[in-house]
Every structure is written in structure tokens, then in C-alpha cells.
């Protein structure tokens, strides 16, 4: 992959791209909590000690970059799109480890 120039966009987006999912993880855990009524802190073990847990919640939280990358395709900052496509495709190698190791 070419990149033409890494500006100051591009790393906006790959940041946005990184922080939001880890934001989202929790709060996918509380809603799955609410909603299945189980304590949040049994499905924070889980979490923790459960590969295959792991990569269904992170696979969830990635998808909410979605959000972001369609709002900021529609307002034609391409760079920062494109910053949040490599954050996204970033988090592959952690989970193919996870689920496969």
C-alpha cells in the first residue's frame, strides 16, 4: 500500500481509529450485563480469561469505528477515513492471536 503523504489527518483518524474501540469494549460489556442480566464483573472475567469472549466483544467495539468512518467519508475528509481504515485493520494481528493461540 502507497500512502501518498501521512499527514496530521491520517494520524487523527488511526487515534480515533484506536481510542474509540477501547472506549466501547466496556460499554458492550454493560449493555450484554443489562440485558442478559449477569453482573458486570462475571462478564469482565470473562473478558479477561475467555479468547474466544475476547474477540467477539473487540470484534463488536471495531464495528462502532464504522460510525466514524461514514461520517467523516460523507464530510470528505478522505485522510481521516482512511486513518481509521488502518486503525481498524490494526487490531487483526491481536485478534488472530487471540483466537487462534
Given amino acids: 500500500m502507497k500512502l ?6 491520517h494520524t487523527k483518524g488511526l487515534l480515533l481509529g484506536i481510542i ?3 472506549i466501547i469494549f466496556p460499554v458492550v460489556l454493560w449493555g450484554i450485563s443489562i440485558t442478559q442480566n449477569y453482573l ?3 462478564l469482565w472475567n470473562k473478558f ?11 470484534t463488536i467495539s471495531i464495528i462502532a469505528n464504522l460510525g466514524w468512518f461514514y461520517y467523516y467519508l ?3 475528509r478522505y485522510n481521516i477515513a482512511m486513518g481509521l481504515i488502518i486503525a481498524s485493520i490494526a487490531f487483526a494481528p491481536y485478534i488472530i492471536y487471540v483466537k487462534f493461540f
Fill in 48 to 58: 479477561k480469561y475467555n479468547s474466544d469472549y475476547q474477540v467477539k466483544i473487540l
Fill in 40 to 42: 458486570f464483573e462475571q
Fill in 20 to 22: 474509540t474501540p477501547l
Fill in 74 to 76: 460523507n464530510k470528505e
Fill in 4 to 9: 501518498r503523504k501521512w499527514s496530521i489527518e
